[in-house]
């Protein structure tokens, strides 16, 4: 599976969108982006994957560049409860495998 | 319904112990997983239940830890002999629903301490 680059961290106000950068750009064209997050204490929770189209849910966007190098997760209006670690994580598809998580970005939404 | 559970959700064992942890996965998901997060550290996967198949133990730090999944189901994490650096949150996953299915849902986690 590719490697991917995130930031350590960010902050983001409350009720303003948090745009989570991340970078793959080894990544090969059988591979989806999948991002999960995990709040202090919890598993971590799927939030989104993709594979060239940008998607979106009730959680987040997921918007893919062109040539798939690099995404970025949106959180359109961030609240407090969605202060976590976030993970991008790139996979074959169809691979039924193991995610290899790296060290993630550390959001904090702020008041 | 129910998601995946495990317990115990937190347990202390003096070293050289032996200890069991149990997943009960998401009913009718055909793959289990295990990872195990260290304090402060990312996840680390430590092995994989895919049906029938023979499980990926490649993730298994060493001989002390082993797993089982009995009838397709619930799984059980053994760590024989405790070392202190045994201690950390193991995080059990299910998947299920063929190739469609994209996500592994997670358990809370059992804290393991070994004293």
């Known amino acids: 599976d590719a490697k991917t680059t995130q930031p350590t961290s960010m902050d983001c106000a409350e009720g303003r969108a948090a745009n989570l950068p991340c970078n793959h750009s080894t990544i090969s064209g059988n591979e989806y982006v999948y991002w999960y997050r995990q709040i202090h204490s919890q598993g971590p929770q799927y939030i989104i994957h993709g594979l060239k189209n940008n998607e979106t849910n009730e959680m987040a966007s997921l918007i893919i560049t062109e040539d798939r190098k690099s995404s970025t997760l949106i959180l359109p209006h961030a609240t407090l409860r969605d202060t976590a670690v976030y993970y991008c994580i790139v996979r074959v598809a169809g691979s039924w495998g193991k995610l290899q998580f790296g060290a993630g970005t550390q959001v904090v939404v702020t008041p | 319904g129910a998601g995946v559970s495990q317990s115990p959700s937190n347990k202390v064992t003096e070293k050289g112990k032996d200890v069991e942890l149990r997943c009960d996965p998401i009913?009718?998901?055909?793959?289990l997983y295990w990872y195990r997060q260290s304090l402060g550290q990312g996840l680390e996967f430590l092995i994989y239940?895919?049906?029938?198949?023979?499980?990926?133990k490649s993730g298994l730090p060493s001989d002390r830890f082993s797993a089982e999944r009995t009838g397709g189901s619930v799984s059980t994490l053994t760590i024989q002999r405790t070392q202190q650096e045994d201690s950390a949150v193991y995080l059990c996953?299910?998947?299920?629903?063929?190739?469609?299915?994209?996500?592994?849902?997670f358990g809370p986690g059992t804290r393991l301490t070994v004293t």
């Open positions: 996953a299910s998947r299920g629903g063929g190739g469609a299915s994209h996500e592994q849902y």
């Open positions: 009913s009718g998901h055909t793959a």
């Open positions: 239940f895919q049906g029938n198949s023979a499980p990926d």
